[in-house]
């Protein structure tokens, strides 16, 4: 009986290692998936940050226009810089809209790699699985596409 006994306990003690080592393995594996997630989810935060940051210049190079065509504004426009022509001032922030442009679409590039999707219409960000956009509906590329 004493043989029988250990063998058991030999058994069990094998067993009991096999699945700590097949959870520390599942518990990495989820880790990762966890900080690949996060990651996506920071880069889609700023992705975010930005567009509302070119926003913000778009609206701001519209007013200007807008001032233009109505006379609102006439040659000279005082700005942080000094003064400019109200077409200076347009063109400097088209400029910014152009970088913050390039910034999201390296941050697009990123969660492409990441296997997330960016809706080619509006620019959310949604799903890897999702077929169609959350928030416009635009149908989304399938793998592979782009």
Do not use: W
């Amino acid at each position: 009986m004493d043989k029988n006994m250990n063998r058991i306990l030999q058994e069990l003690a094998s067993s009991a290692a096999d699945a700590a080592d097949e959870a520390r393995a599942a518990a990495r594996s989820a880790g990762k998936v966890v900080s690949e997630k996060y990651d996506a989810m920071k880069l889609g935060l700023e992705l975010a940050r930005l567009r509302r940051a070119q926003d913000d210049v778009l609206c701001e190079a519209g007013r200007m226009l807008f001032m233009m065509h109505t006379g609102e504004v006439k040659d000279v426009v005082e700005t942080e810089e000094g003064e400019k022509s109200p077409r200076q001032v347009i063109d400097a922030q088209l400029v910014k809209a152009e970088q913050l442009q390039q910034e999201m679409t390296a941050i697009e590039d990123k969660l492409r790699e990441c296997g997330a999707k960016v809706c080619p219409k509006c620019g959310r960000l949604c799903g890897a699985r999702d077929a169609f956009c959350a928030v416009c509906g635009e149908k989304l590329p399938e793998e592979g596409e782009a």
